[in-house]
T-cell receptor, first 116, second 111 residues
């Protein structure tokens, strides 16, 4: 079974540019999450999709961040325009069941974003 | 405010000995706790979890202990192996979905 995949693995952009990160969850997983780790600190929740619907976007930093999950399969996270403080590693995770506390979240390898 | 704290940035242990990683939390509503392990250039990998109704969960060399009154949990690895060298993240959940992570502890197991 293929794991969670993310593209690209690295992205270096100039301040003010736009970047789109992609996440392909494990097939059949309804839940998809985005997290971010900045400068070796804690991994912070950004948002949660259940299929194509945003269940919780309380962690999104501001309106420069836009996440979509059309068709309930893969998801994209767009940052527009990017700022220096957006640099970090963006992780995607997926899980199978909707209402289970014991449902394991499987993480992708992350996209390392550097904004210059 | 950081609701989950891992106060030790790093830990060094001799191979074969016990590794003890600690985690404190502030939100008493958390009802599920997890440990993830992360190697460089990889995503976090689930290791072990515990529900708030338990005080211990064991899986092979890994045991997690939960002390609800102290809002403290710990991960014990016995015996430690060089392959255990990684960053360990403590995480907590109160709604079964969003995970709240600590900043991680770097474990180095020396052979």
């Amino acid at each position: 079974e293929a794991g969670v995949t993310q593209f690209p693995s690295h992205s270096v952009i100039e301040k003010g540019q736009t970047v789109t990160l992609r996440c392909d969850p494990i097939s059949g997983h309804d839940n998809l999450y985005w997290y971010r780790r900045v400068m070796g600190k804690e991994i912070k929740f950004l948002l949660h999709f259940v299929k194509e619907s945003k269940q919780d976007e309380s962690g999104m930093p501001n309106n420069r961040f836009l996440a979509e999950r059309t068709g309930g399969t893969y998801s994209t996270l767009k940052v527009q325009p990017a700022e220096l403080e957006d640099s970090g590693v963006y992780f995607c995770a997926s899980s199978q069941f909707r209402d289970s506390h014991t449902d394991t979240q499987y993480f992708g390898p992350g996209t390392r974003l550097t904004v210059l | 405010d950081q609701q989950v704290k891992q106060n030790s940035p790093s830990l060094s242990v001799q191979e074969g000995r016990i590794s003890i990683l600690n985690c404190d939390y502030t939100n008493s509503m958390f009802d599920y706790f997890l440990w993830y392990k992360k190697y460089p250039a990889e995503g976090p990998t689930f290791l072990i979890s515990i529900s708030s109704i338990k005080d211990k969960n064991e899986d092979g060399r890994f045991t997690v202990f939960l002390n609800k009154s102290a809002k403290h949990l710990s991960l014990h690895i016995v015996p430690s192996q060089p392959g255990d060298s990684a960053v360990y993240f403590c995480a907590a959940s109160l709604d079964g979905n969003k995970l709240v992570f600590g900043a991680g502890t770097i474990l180095r197991v020396k052979s």
